[in-house]
């Protein structure tokens, strides 16, 4: 599904019957501050929804009002077609999974994660098991007894889902649930909180900062800024084809010129680039009339690096320009190259290194050529 | 390095023997058993004498025992009124009159003794004489008085515990679905116990030992013990009240022992456990 930000923002008009949890215009001000700002947005039941988006960006006072500890200064928040609007965090169908995991420093695991039972009025027996199984499932099984201080940061991670988890709540907040952990754990959790979440079937909304791991969570993602959810969609739509210079440069990173249209063609626009020095043909349809301002972006992966020009086929003037490398980073499975193209911009471009000391290298301060096929660029308006 | 040492050192001593020679030698006299306090009688001397007669006076008793009721008492009310001050100092944000009451609840800490014990007679007498209540001076307005100063001192302490306070501990215990008075009872208040329990030592070393306050909300048949010592002394030091004062000190000493011991020990055992946490990660 491509979503559009103005599809997202009128839900009532095109009600989505499988939306579980439901935004309608929400806003929250903190005094003057704007925290979130007329937010629309339906989430699908069973569904990995991640708001992504940098600090104050209003992803957190989001995640906040969907819990119930900020209440939306105008607009509405459903979850299952409830209005949550007078109803208090400890009786929402919600759980959370906080960003500094809060264990409760004075009770053991196993009391931290039946706390939530506790409150709910079960039996002892009832709550043993159910305390147990979850255990095992975030394969914490032996260490009941221990008090958080005990733990490693990955074992206090995995408490703090079990103990969100126990009650079976139909949607899990998670706040940046990776971001405490190091490289090698993150990777290796996040794909075991992607099987939990399949074996559970709950609902995941994610906040993180992190695009790498918005883009392996989230099958969705919702790109924020400045308490607007600028785009939503899956990570390749939002990769490939951003909504908005800010999108595009917020994920990844990416090589941006300002241009102006000068032809267009069916299913293609041809962009004058004073910056680049050449002309790109971007084989895309982009609804702009001829001389109008727009950028183009080219990813750093999609740009093909060679010593000599491109095949007489690309035309020379079009799709490529020459330069000289600069800088070289080398990363082990790809290489940075930090380009000069003629016109004095720099170009990032990188290869991955797929064969092994076979060819020449690269070398710095090399004259090369830079080329990208037609449906490379990405035409923005805004 | 050399002469830093040496002036440490210097320093150690002199401060020690400024802060313990005076109770060492009350200490030292309390085994005398002349009955005048300043000559040694070294032919009978050391002597329980004084701790014998001691357990007889039944004035300095009645007043221990009444000084241990106020202070049990007001360490109590002041413990539970200065947790909800300190609450509602750090929790509830700006409100109407949070300057007012944070500037009431410290006032005691820096106010004269002498006004506060001159103005708390004052509320007294006017009360008695509006409302009828409390009916004239002593143990009811001495435990009122304490309850005041002390309270201030407890919303201090707890102030600062709950500064320092994750509010997310009580948000995930709400969203576990724990209202807001239970998650008080379960979370908020095992979580400040130590700076409540500290509180409330300080509010009854402080209530046990006040004179100035006492003197002006005291009435006849009131006699704290801090009372009574003084105006013993007003006629001459006698020798039972240096006993009576060693096993003050002695009991004291116990205490902090015990504390201490008891908090380097959880101390110890809160790093070995983050050790083999540590560990744990690799």
């Known amino acids: 599904m491509t979503a559009n930000p103005m599809s ?17 215009r929400v806003t929250k001000k903190f005094g003057d501050f704007t925290a979130v700002d007329e937010v629309s947005l339906d989430i699908r039941r069973g569904e990995i929804f991640c708001l992504l988006g940098g600090s104050g960006s209003g992803k957190t006072t989001l995640l906040r009002m969907l819990a119930g500890f900020e209440r939306p200064s105008a607009g509405s928040v459903y979850i299952d077609g409830v209005d949550m609007s007078a109803i208090p965090p400890y009786e929402r169908p919600v759980n959370m999974m906080f960003q500094s995991y809060a264990l409760f420093p004075h009770m053991s695991v196993e009391k931290n994660v039946a706390f939530g039972l506790e409150q709910e009025g079960l039996g002892r027996d009832a709550i043993r098991r159910q ?21 490693s940061g990955g074992q206090r991670q995995r408490v703090a889902l079990a103990r969100a988890l126990v009650k079976r709540p139909k949607l899990l907040l998670l706040d940046e649930p990776l971001a405490a952990l190091d490289k090698k754990l993150r990777e290796h959790t996040q794909f075991e909180l992607l099987n939990i979440q399949q074996r559970l079937g709950v609902t995941f909304i994610v906040v993180t900062h992190d695009q790498e791991e918005a883009m392996t969570l989230g099958q969705r993602l919702g790109v924020m800024n ?83 020009p491109p095949a007489a ?34 170009l990032r471009v990188t290869l991955p290194n797929i064969t092994r000391g076979g060819e020449r290298p690269l070398a710095r301060e090399e004259g090369v050529w830079l080329s990208w096929h037609g449906s490379s660029p990405v035409v923005l308006t805004e | 390095m050399r002469s ?87 929790r509830f944000g700006r409100f109407r009159g949070r300057m007012l009451l944070a500037g009431m609840t410290t006032a005691p800490l820096v106010m004269p003794e002498v006004i506060t014990g001159l103005s708390l007679l004052l509320l007294f007498v006017a009360m008695a004489q509006l ?69 409330w030592l300080l509010a009854f070393t402080l209530s046990w030992d006040d004179l100035v306050i006492t003197q002006f909300v005291a009435g ?63």
Not at chain 2, 19 to 25: A, D, E, G, T
Not at chain 2, 39 to 46: G, I, K, T
């Open chain 1, 8 to 24: 997202a923002a009128t839900p009532s008009a095109s009600p989505d019957p499988a939306a579980y949890v439901r935004l309608a």
């Open chain 1, 131 to 151: 305390v147990g199984e979850i255990l095992d499932i975030v394969k914490m099984g032996g260490y009941g007894a221990r008090k958080p201080h005990q733990l």
């Open chain 1, 226 to 308: 400045h308490g607007k959810i600028v785009q939503v969609g899956t990570p390749s739509d939002i990769y490939e084809s951003p909504a908005s210079r800010f999108v595009a440069d917020f994920i990844g990173s990416v090589n941006m010129f300002e241009g102006r249209v000068s032809e267009e063609g069916t299913g293609f626009v041809r962009i004058e680039c004073g910056e680049l020095g050449c002309a790109v043909r971007a084989e895309r349809a982009v609804a702009c009339g001829h001389g109008t301002t727009v950028w183009t972006a080219i990813r750093p992966e999609k740009i093909n690096i060679s010593r000599r």
């Open chain 1, 313 to 346: 086929g690309a035309a020379g003037a079009e799709n490529a320009v020459r330069g000289t490398v600069r800088e070289i980073a080398y990363m082990g499975d790809m290489s940075i190259y930090l380009v000069q193209i003629d016109s004095g911009k720099m």
């Open chain 2, 4 to 90: 830093q040492g040496w002036f440490a050192r210097g320093a150690l001593v002199l401060g020690l023997v400024f802060l313990y020679v005076p109770i060492i030698s009350m200490i030292v006299f309390s085994f005398n058993y002349s009955r005048l306090v300043t000559v040694w009688d070294s032919a009978r001397s050391p002597s329980f004498r004084w701790y014998a007669a001691l357990v007889h006076n039944q004035q300095i008793l009645g007043a221990a025992w009444l000084s241990i009721r106020i202070a049990l008492v007001s360490a109590t009310a002041a413990v539970v009124l200065g947790t909800l001050a300190g609450m509602a100092l750090t």
């Open chain 2, 131 to 199: 409302v009828g209540w409390p009916r004239g001076v002593g143990a009811v307005t001495i435990t009122l008085a304490h309850i005041t100063f002390c309270m201030a001192y407890v919303t201090v302490v707890v102030q600062s515990r709950l500064a320092g306070f994750d509010e997310a501990l009580e948000e995930a215990a709400m969203d576990l679905g724990a209202r807001p008075l239970r998650v008080f009872l379960r979370i908020t208040l095992p979580l400040i116990l130590p700076a409540i329990a500290s509180g």
């Open chain 2, 220 to 282: 006849p048949g009131s006699s704290t013990l801090p009372m009574v010592i003084f105006s013993k002394v007003r006629f001459g030091v006698t020798p039972d009240v240096n006993a009576l004062a060693t096993i003050m000190v002695l009991v004291v000493a116990t205490g902090i022992a015990i504390s201490t011991v008891w908090m380097r020990h959880r101390q110890r055992r809160l790093e070995r456990d983050m050790q083999l946490a540590a560990a744990a990660n690799l």
